[in-house]
């Protein structure tokens, strides 16, 4: 018989994206088979490489501060997420946020992938596309 586990998001991880991640509900932790979900926290000025999550939905819900998400084929999209606001990215979709600051911003982060990192794909060709 499975088992329901509790966690605490202490202990961090370093993610392909360039953010540090408290880990939570994963494959590699709790032995999930179809979901990852985890807290990130953004610092200001904070920025992910540019990527995009093979095959897997990922949806987040921004527990405080803003950020701002460039998405799409060449990034030519942009999306402002506040405190409150849930964001849902299909799969396969390319996308870049960071945190414009002045504070940090934290986030619920969850995907369809039960692996932390197994489907982050990055991609260095668009990261030109977004204002440093």
Known sequence: MKECRKLRPTDT??????????????????G???????????PPGGRAKAHKHATHETAIYMLDGVTVMYWGDRLQHRVE?????????????????????PGTAT??????????????ILLPELEGLVPA
């Open 13 to 30: 991880y370093d993610g392909k994206q360039g953010f540090t991640y408290n880990a939570g509900i994963a494959a590699e932790t709790v």
């Open 32 to 42: 999930s088979t179809g979901i990852c979900m985890h807290l990130l926290t953004i």
């Open 81 to 101: 997420v506040a405190a409150g606001d849930l964001l849902y990215i299909p799969a396969d979709t390319p996308h870049l946020p960071f945190n414009p600051g």
């Open 107 to 120: 986030a619920v982060i969850s995907r369809t992938d039960p692996n932390e990192q197994e489907s982050v």
